[in-house]
């Protein structure tokens, strides 16, 4: 389906429709995390998170970052970007339906993407957001 289509189906369809979308969030930095609070808020139906990262390993200066990515915070140095941001975000929201994906968008395939009714593409790194281009053809 157009994506005008899909949007339009879920301004009409309002709180019920928005109950029954899937939506990913790829990548959870500091837009991701934004991201993830605002629709934690909403009454969507079930968020997936997916991001590859570990936090603070593959960046020296990402621990750094913490002030824009409020999820996370020191402790949890080396874990799994994608599973802390959902323990976090049931802490603000336990009824939230969210699964946490630790895969890098490469290894993904194209059926994988298709099963959501939206994608938010929230990566920092420009490599993979370029080579994520390739998913606005679904």
Same mark, same amino acid.
């Given at each position: ?35 993830? $609070?605002?629709? %934690? =808020?909403?009454? #969507?139906?079930?968020?997936? !998170? /997916? ?25 949890? $140095?080396?874990? %799994? =970007?994608?599973? #802390?941001?959902?323990?976090? !975000? /049931? ?48």
């Amino acid at each position: 389906q157009p994506k005008s289509s899909r949007i339009a189906r879920l301004v009409h369809g309002g709180v019920d429709a928005l109950a029954r979308t899937k939506i990913l969030i790829v990548g959870v930095g500091g837009i991701g995390c934004e991201v993830l $609070k605002v629709l %934690s =808020k909403s009454q #969507v139906g079930q968020i997936h !998170i /997916l991001d590859m990262d570990h936090l603070g390993k593959s960046c020296s200066t990402q621990l750094s970052n913490l002030n824009r990515q409020f999820l996370f915070k020191t402790q949890h $140095k080396g874990k %799994s =970007k994608a599973l #802390v941001a959902r323990e976090s !975000i /049931l802490n603000l929201n336990p009824k939230l339906n969210i699964e946490a994906h630790h895969k890098n968008i490469k290894e993904l395939p194209i059926a994988f993407f298709k099963q959501f009714g939206f994608i938010v593409m929230a990566l920092d790194n420009i490599e993979a957001r370029y080579g994520s281009i390739n998913l606005g053809t679904m």
